[in-house]
């Protein structure tokens, strides 16, 4: 089974879907064949990217392979660095559809799970970019990597979405691992790879929301991203900052995050020269 890892965060603009596209960079650099999946109804991924019209294409979309068990494989998308699986305007209803098929005991969390399990064997890492909120569609990604990385802004207003996001993770692993639970659940363990402070400033307040999160996450690697222009021109060029043909220090912080990631999903990997690929 091709190893997995969610990107999640309970607030928007926390910099999860940069996150996601600098670590496949980074992982895609090192000659690793990776899927970046887009569950996000907001498709910033898909669209960060390059693949706008994917946004509104007609069916079948990401919603039929959620919900009806649609082959995900006509809908891969290859990109220079690496393989998309893209959202869709569709997914912006999907919640009250998994609400219905929960209320009809069916294992909506296993529905993610099976739709990769079709196109596991041709990736040896996925990365899944969440909503940013709590819902069927997140905790269907939590339960099919087992594996999560969160993302927060280096400014004390995160501190409360980490800790609701924490909180959920815990709700999550003790429903599926209930007596009552779907008997085509397996139990669930989320493991909290990494988190992220983003566009962190040299600022009291920057300081102190990574110091909470030293502490919030302690045996956890926190990795802090400061602001920098080319990360943004970056994802304008629709490639991570490994692609980019502009050198940027939080290149290696990137680096060891997907370190962190591969070491713990078990993926032997070395360090590589990046590719530098032209904007135009």
Not at 47 to 59: K, M, P, Q
Not at 199 to 206: F, I, K, L, S, Y
Not at 252 to 266: F, I, K, R
Request: glycine share 4%.
């Amino acid at each position: 089974m091709t190893a997995r890892v969610a990107m999640y965060s309970a607030k928007g603009g926390t910099g999860k879907t940069t996150t996601a596209i600098n670590l496949m960079g980074a992982c895609a650099a090192q000659g690793l064949d990776v899927l970046l999946v887009d569950i996000d109804p907001q498709g910033n991924a898909t669209e960060a990217l390059g693949f706008y019209d994917e946004w509104d294409a007609t069916a079948p979309t990401m919603f039929d392979v959620l919900l009806d068990g649609a082959d995900p494989e006509p809908l891969l998308l290859e990109h220079e660095e690496c393989t998309v699986l893209p959202s869709n305007m569709d997914l912006l209803t999907i919640e009250r559809e998994l609400a219905y098929d929960h209320k009809a005991d069916k294992p909506v969390l296993s529905y993610l799970d099976q739709a990769l399990a079709q196109v596991d064997d041709e990736f040896d890492l996925t990365i899944i970019d969440c909503p940013p909120s709590f819902g069927f569609l997140t905790d269907s990604a939590l339960y099919a990597a087992g594996s999560v990385v969160i993302p927060a802004l280096a400014e004390s207003t995160s501190q409360r979405a980490v800790e609701l996001l924490l909180k959920q993770i815990v709700r999550l692993e003790g429903e599926v691992n209930a007596k009552d639970s779907p008997d085509a659940y397996d139990p669930l363990r989320v493991a909290e790879v990494a988190a992220v402070a983003n566009r962190v400033e040299t600022t009291g307040d920057a300081e102190r929301m990574v110091e909470w999160m030293q502490t919030t996450f302690s045996g956890t690697p926190v990795f802090e991203v400061r602001k920098r222009v080319a990360l943004r021109r970056a994802i304008e060029n629709h490639r991570s900052i490994h692609a980019h043909n502009e050198s940027c220090d939080m290149e290696s912080v990137y680096d060891d995050l997907a370190e962190t990631v591969l070491d713990h999903v078990g993926i032997d990997h070395q360090t590589t020269e990046t590719p530098q690929i032209s904007n135009e």
